[in-house]
């Protein structure tokens, strides 16, 4: 049984800060990538972080870089995205995602292509 398990979503000031989480079971939990990826009102889905777990090496989408940060907690197998200084362009639906690709680039692990699972997502929302 595979599964990605959103969660902490929810509604922020623009300025403000929002972490949310991803729970892997299955085969997800043993995931060479983990990356959260968006999808906003009418446009396409993006990548936004991702990490590759056996180099612990972080990857973000130029939009996000110096405000977002990936992290994972081992133990747990989760992997959480810490958003600051959010601001409205950031709503969305944020989705978690593995991929079991010994090695990517980086243009590779924020793209939607190499993950073959994903969670139901979840909503974020940010106000001005």
């Known amino acids: 049984q595979v599964s990605l398990v959103e969660s902490g979503g929810g509604s922020v000031q623009a300025g403000g800060s929002l972490t949310i989480s991803c729970e892997a079971s299955g085969d997800a939990a043993s995931a060479d990538y983990l990356a959260w990826f968006r999808q906003g009102s009418g446009k396409a889905r993006e990548g936004v972080a991702a990490?590759?777990?056996?180099?612990?090496?972080?990857y973000y989408a130029d939009s996000v870089e110096g405000r977002f940060t990936i992290s994972r907690d081992n133990a747990k197998n989760t992997v959480h995205l810490q958003m600051n200084d959010l601001i409205p362009e950031d709503t969305a639906t944020y989705y978690c995602?593995?991929?079991?690709?010994?090695?990517?680039?980086?243009?590779?692990?924020?793209?939607?292509?190499?993950?073959?699972?994903w969670g139901q997502g979840i909503q974020v929302v940010v106000s001005s």
């Open positions: 995602a593995a991929a079991q690709v010994p090695v990517m680039t980086a243009r590779q692990a924020l793209s939607e292509n190499p993950y073959n699972h």
């Open positions: 990490v590759w777990t056996t180099a612990d090496r972080t």
